[in-house]
């Protein structure tokens, strides 16, 4: 795909074209089953310490929105789910790779604990949206949040099929197996 000053980025025609096996699923149907809508990583940004990522200039606060009201309104999903993330994880467990990722997140930083408070917030647009019954929490291990949090409990009890991700401040790719 060539891009053009003209190509306009983020929405429908950012999606690239399915791989032939996905191609024979009906989407459709897949997204009428049980399903869970997560928010994750979408922190205070705008002015704050990861600021240059610029999540809102690239269409992701807006689409989560979207995406959330579909779901709000569609009978089967049955979960809706905030995980944010703590940019400031010095006394977290962690590795060497770890150990350098938050580092490089706070270099220079001269903070105070309200503002690290602040950092660590659901966006407002975000939390004005959020329901007395969602699910809260905090990835407890690097980019991931399927350990240490509630939220496999909350998948399982609730029979969850289908999981829809929003996804925020970070670029990074996922996978895991059902």
Same mark, same amino acid.
């Given at each position: 795909m060539v891009v053009t *000053?003209?190509?306009? =980025?983020?929405?429908? !025609? *950012?999606? /690239?074209?399915? *791989? /032939? !096996?996905?191609?024979?699923?009906?989407? *459709?149907?897949?997204?009428?089953?049980?399903?869970?809508f997560v928010s994750i990583s979408q922190n205070n940004e705008s002015g704050g310490a990861l600021g240059h990522e610029n999540h809102r200039e690239r269409g992701s606060l807006p689409a989560t929105i979207k995406t959330l009201k579909a779901a709000r309104k569609a009978s089967n999903f049955v979960s809706f789910n905030w995980i944010g993330y703590n940019i400031y994880r010095g006394s977290d467990p962690q590795n060497i790779f770890d150990k350098v990722q938050y580092e490089t997140w706070v270099e220079g =930083?001269?903070?105070?604990?309200?503002?690290? !408070?602040?950092?660590?917030?659901?966006?407002?647009?975000?939390?004005?949206?959020?329901? /007395?019954?969602?699910?809260q929490s905090h990835e407890c291990a690097l980019q991931t949040s399927l350990i240490g949090t509630p939220f496999p409990l909350e998948l399982a009890r609730k029979r969850v099929e289908v999981i829809v991700f929003k996804e925020g401040v970070h670029r990074r790719k996922c996978s895991f197996g059902t």
């Open positions: *000053a003209q190509t306009e =980025l983020g929405g429908i !025609q *950012a999606i /690239p074209e399915l *791989a /032939p !096996q996905w191609k024979k699923l009906n989407l *459709a149907e897949i997204l009428k089953r049980k399903a869970a =930083l001269n903070v105070n604990e309200e503002k690290r !408070q602040w950092d660590n917030e659901l966006v407002d647009e975000l939390q004005e949206l959020v329901e /007395p019954d969602d699910l």
